[in-house]
Nanobody, 119 residues
């Protein structure tokens, strides 16, 4: 059974930092691309960052470029989202998701972790 579990969320003041972790089990982690999504209240879910299976290719949505960094440790079946210079508009539930096919839908999702940034 494939499971993804996010951790590391919490409450922080604007300008602060958080590091989210995503732990995968039941899957050959290194065969999957991974992404971080977020969903704020009343808004649609949006992709925040993406990293390919090897970690060699990353993507960031414009609003987080230069502030967030995605990484992965395939040996540990883990991925990370380092979030710096946090803003109130970063407040959301953050999800990690994986897909086997680079151009396909995301196959597996975590339950999410809340990030709250106060001004």
């Amino acid at each position: 059974q494939v499971q993804l579990e996010e951790s590391g969320g919490g409450s922080v003041q604007a300008g602060g930092s958080l590091r989210l972790s995503c732990t995968a089990s039941g899957v050959t982690f290194s065969m999957y691309d991974l992404a971080w999504f977020r969903q704020a209240p009343g808004k649609e879910r949006e992709i925040v960052a993406r990293i390919n299976w090897s970690g060699g290719i990353t993507y960031y949505t414009d609003s987080v470029k230069g502030r967030f960094a995605v990484s992965r440790d395939n040996a540990a079946n883990m991925a990370y989202l380092q979030m710096n210079s946090l803003k109130p508009e970063d407040t959301a539930v953050y999800y990690c998701a994986m897909r086997r096919n680079t151009f396909g839908p995301y196959d597996y999702w975590g339950q999410g972790t809340q990030v709250t940034v106060s001004s």
